[in-house]
Nanobody, 127 residues
Framework: QVPPVESGGGEVQAGGSLRLSCAAS????????MAWFRQAPGKERLFVAG????????LYADSVKGRFTIFRDKAKNTIYLQMDSLKSEDSAVYYC????????????????????WGQGTQVTISS
């Protein structure tokens, strides 16, 4: 699978905003879901937000609910993560994940749902 490509990371002060973008492969015949995960130094990769490609249903980690918004542009095969009210604990490498193989019994939060991963984009929140 062609991996998705993230962009939009950078450094911003606490309380500020950033928008991440992830362009997925246009070659995929079908797409079922996409998501954002993040990994801070020395910690495991964690689910941030996910979106069903067909229905647009979204799901968020409790730590970002109300501050982050995931949305998609189906025509561009792209998802976005609008991050507002950023905190120092949001600092991490953010990874985009793409599900192009149908799978049952695995939820949006689970990394094993996804077939292709981007290389990540660094987000640093300074206080």
């Amino acid at each position: 699978q062609v991996p998705p490509v993230e962009s939009g990371g950078g450094e911003v002060q606490a309380g500020g905003s950033l928008r991440l973008s992830c362009a997925a492969s246009a070659r995929a015949t079908n797409r079922y879901a996409m998501a954002w995960f993040r990994q801070a130094p020395g910690k495991e990769r964690l689910f941030v937000a996910g979106i069903s490609w067909t229905s647009g249903m979204t799901l968020y980690a409790d730590s970002v609910k109300g501050r982050f918004t995931i949305f998609r542009d189906k025509a561009k095969n792209t998802i976005y993560l609008q991050m507002d009210s950023l905190k120092s604990e949001d600092s991490a490498v953010y990874y985009c994940a793409d599900q192009i193989v149908p799978t049952t019994g695995v939820g949006l939060r689970e990394s094993r749902l996804y077939d292709a991963w981007g290389q990540g984009t660094q987000v640093t929140i300074s206080s």
